[in-house]
């Protein structure tokens, strides 16, 4: 694993480093990820690194992580800045007049914003390609070129690459979660009234959500404090829950399904072995409020799309609408005639299945696959618009659930899979039980860690 933001910001405390050369070197690391950002704040950074490192040397940081470089999705934005969302079309836009909530957040605590990443256009696709800004590869990929997962890819690469630990994403229907899941990385969507939306483009805005991807849980739970206004010192000390009588549902019908790859199945079987010999309780019965929500995208719909279509119909009725991605187009305009029944319907059930969902875990995680698959083969998407239809559904399948109903979840890490690609599970609670949910995965990270 390389090294989260707590590392970075010991080497800060002790003097071996600091700001100024952390800038230093995420600058250089850039070089070798191309099309991972899509603008960087350089002079911006600049400043903020040498204040930061003023403050240390005067023996008062702004908080344990003064001085730790983020990046930040460029659905958020910064002033001064353009925020694309990976569109062509919205280069010309005037810049922000202010930073968004979180940015100012973090800054306060005297985090480092370093550029705005890339995504796949409009934040409208779970695999990461990109024709206008470039795709960035995969950090895992070995002699094959392999997707990023998006919508969130650059960030994701960001981190992977080593750039910055913390790179600041959104999710809609799984677009944090499934770039961690596909580069060996933690994932954290947060529950959707979590943090404040100010300053950050929509997509669908029952569905969005907010979080960090990172190398660590400690790291996912430290942005979490310093985004709810809790500095707690210089420390963010937080402890896990304790595994013995830690519940855990494992839902076998899930694990059981064909399109789960069987490296992704054994790895999370061989995570809930070392958890449960550490004296957690493994309930391995169905969650019917899940299953319910997996039928009813599959069956009616999914209420993304129709939200994505309403937000965007000016742009897809305007001649502007040629200059998108056409895979991104097609399927945005797959919803101009989704009825409104079942729109409502949709919402009616998610209201419903998120009572129910609570109600069944009564207290315990819920652990599936982030993912059933690796990450793909970038070639025969960029090929095949059908292929890409395809893989991007069955990339999305098992998170657009947690986010139907609303679940916050943490993808860790499980293991390597087909063509020595990262594998990774998903911790997910009911909505709005963040703070436990972060604490029990930062136990099971403890055991299911697979050092390198």
Not at 78 to 90: H, M, N, S
Not at 153 to 182: K, Q
Not at 289 to 299: D, V
Request: proline share 6%.
């Amino acid at each position: 694993m390389l090294a989260d933001a707590f590392s970075l910001a010991q080497k800060f405390a002790d003097g071996t480093s600091d700001p100024v050369t952390a800038l230093k070197d995420a600058l250089k690391l850039s070089a070798d990820a191309p099309a991972a950002f899509i603008t960087f704040c350089e002079d911006r950074a600049q400043r903020e690194a040498a204040a930061a490192q003023a403050r240390w040397k005067a023996g008062q940081p702004l908080s344990r992580f003064d001085g730790v470089p983020v990046a930040w999705k460029d659905l958020y934005d910064l002033a001064g800045y353009v925020t694309t969302a990976g569109a062509k079309v919205l280069l010309h836009t005037p810049p922000a007049s202010h930073d968004c909530a979180l940015a100012v957040a973090l800054s306060r605590a005297g985090l480092v914003s370093i550029g705005k990443t890339n995504l796949s256009e409009l934040a409208y696709s779970g695999l990461g390609l990109n024709p206008h800004f470039g795709t960035p590869v995969n950090a895992a990929s070995k002699d094959e070129v392999r997707v990023p997962g998006g919508s969130s890819s650059g960030s994701a690469i960001a981190v992977a690459r080593g750039i910055v630990p913390i790179a600041m994403s959104t999710d809609t229907a799984g677009s944090i979660r499934v770039p961690a899941a596909f580069n060996g990385l933690v994932g954290y969507r947060s529950s959707s009234r979590r943090y404040s939306f100010a300053g950050v483009m929509p997509l669908a805005r029952t569905l969005d959500s907010l979080g960090p991807i990172t190398h660590s849980v400690r790291d996912a739970i430290a942005v979490d404090n310093l985004l709810l206004g809790d500095r707690r010192g210089l420390s963010f000390e937080t402890t896990g829950l304790p595994v013995a009588g830690l519940r855990l549902r494992v839902d076998i019908k899930v694990l059981n399904d064909t399109r789960i790859q069987p490296a992704v199945r054994s790895n999370l079987l061989t995570a809930v072995e070392k958890l449960a010999l550490a004296g957690a309780v493994i309930e391995e019965t169905p969650v019917l409020a899940f299953h319910q929500a997996l039928e009813l995208i599959e069956q009616v719909g999914w209420l993304g799309s129709a939200e994505a279509f309403a937000l965007h119909q000016e742009l897809l009725d305007s001649p502007a609408a040629e200059q998108l991605d056409p895979r991104v187009r097609k399927r945005l305009e797959t919803a101009r005639t989704f009825p409104a029944s079942k729109q409502v319907r949709l919402y009616q059930a998610a209201e419903a299945l998120k009572k129910q969902i609570t109600s069944e875990l009564d207290g315990a995680f819920l652990i599936t696959p982030t993912v059933a698959h690796v990450a793909p083969l970038l070639t025969p998407l960029e090929e095949d618009a059908s292929i890409f239809a395809a893989t991007n559904l069955a990339t999305l399948r098992l998170t657009m659930p947690g986010s139907m109903l609303d679940m916050p979840g943490v993808a860790l890490p499980s293991g390597i899979g087909d063509a020595g690609m990262p594998t990774s599970l998903l911790l997910s609670s009911f909505s709005g039980n963040d703070e436990e949910l972060l604490r029990a995965a930062l136990t099971v990270e403890s055991y299911i860690r697979v050092t390198e």
